[in-house]
């Protein structure tokens, strides 16, 4: 028997609507903690293009010359 069918029977045999609710919460936390990266690809990927190679470049020199004037470690 997998883990998954095993469980369904455990949650069926709870009774109480507040360990329910309580469950249903938990499940409802771990699905947004355990999936954090899945659709990050897509949110990322919307802004492709969104600015020139020039723009890009003039981007990342200015970020190059900022961090080089920062002291100590990182």
């Not at 028997?1 to 499940?27: A, F, P, R, W």
């Not at 947004?32 to 990342?60: M, W």
């Amino acid at each position: 028997m997998t883990i998954q069918k095993q469980l369904l029977l455990d949650i069926k045999k709870i009774e109480d609507s507040s360990l329910l609710n309580q469950l249903y919460h938990y499940v409802q936390l771990m699905k947004k903690i355990t999936t954090p990266y899945k659709n990050n690809l897509e949110h990322v990927l919307q802004f492709a293009g969104q600015i020139s190679n020039d723009e890009a470049e003039e981007l990342a020199n200015g970020i190059e010359n900022e961090f080089s004037k920062l002291e100590g470690e990182w």
